[in-house]
């Protein structure tokens, strides 16, 4: 494979064979240091649930690393998708930064991150974000948004929070509350990349890479990479 510029002027995909993570950490920065968008590590998730029906939201991506063979999003283990990871592990993502006209498509299989590392990125969050996390029972209906803020201060109540500091935006006050047994990471053990760049004309470049991934304790195996082009 050459950097060369292809014929329509568009840089080459180049990506080092042994570790096609590296162009994805490499384009997630591209697209957060150019501010193309709020949320440059929104990743679309897809599941499957017990009866095969698929069903996509959004997630955040969390401590992207090459070094890795997965990618991490927090979440609520009681959840819609919660339960479809349950029943099926297999999960697909989907990156688009429109303005970079780039794209990247992942599968793989999910595990749950161990406790440890979630408890450290619980430990993190702002107290808000974890008072919000025990409070609401992601995905189940409610009667109204009202429920949702008693809730909040009920939850609040228990851990000692005062009402007034729950309601004001008051930034001094400090507390870390510990991370609910129903919320924490998983891990997408990734089996499948495909990147995706836009050309001119829609000469789009493609290219794809694909490994085996077996499961072993609380891991999987990973083989060699192997890479194709497909057409646009
Ligand atoms: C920009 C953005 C970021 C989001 N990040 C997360 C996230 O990291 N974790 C999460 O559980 N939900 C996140 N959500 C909400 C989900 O898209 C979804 O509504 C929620 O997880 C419930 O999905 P489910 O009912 O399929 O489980 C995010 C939504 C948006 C629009």
Redesign the pocket.
């Known amino acids: 494979m050459s950097k060369n510029k292809s014929l329509n002027n568009n840089k080459q995909l180049f990506i080092e064979p042994d570790n096609p993570l590296k162009l994805v950490e490499e384009w997630l920065k591209e697209a957060t240091d150019g501010k193309v968008q709020?949320?440059p590590n929104?990743m679309s998730?897809s599941?499957l649930n017990i009866k095969n029906k698929v069903?996509?939201?959004?997630?955040?991506?969390?401590n992207l690393s090459s070094k890795f063979d997965y990618i991490t999003?927090?979440?609520?283990y009681l959840?819609?998708?919660?339960?479809?990871l349950n029943s099926n592990n297999s999960a697909a993502g989907l990156f688009h930064w429109d303005k970079l006209g780039k794209q990247i498509r992942i599968e793989g299989c999910v595990m749950r991150s161990p406790e440890e590392e979630s408890d450290n990125y619980f430990a993190k969050r702002p107290w808000r974000s974890q008072l919000n996390a025990w409070a609401s029972m992601?995905?189940q209906p409610i009667s109204s948004q009202d429920y949702l803020e008693k809730e909040r201060i009920k939850k609040a109540k228990t851990f000692g929070i005062p009402e007034k500091e729950l309601l004001s935006k008051n930034t001094d006050y400090d507390i870390s509350l510990p991370r609910p047994s129903y919320w924490g990471g998983y891990r997408l053990w990734i089996d499948m990349i495909e990147f995706w760049q836009e050309g001119k004309d829609r000469y789009h470049q493609r290219l794809k890479f694909k490994r085996k991934i077996e499961p072993k304790g609380e891991i999987f195996t990973c083989s060699q990479w192997v890479s194709e082009y497909l057409q646009p």
């Open positions: 709020r949320h929104a998730l599941t069903s996509s939201r959004i997630v955040l991506i969390k999003f927090y979440t609520n959840s819609k998708k919660a339960e479809d992601q995905s």
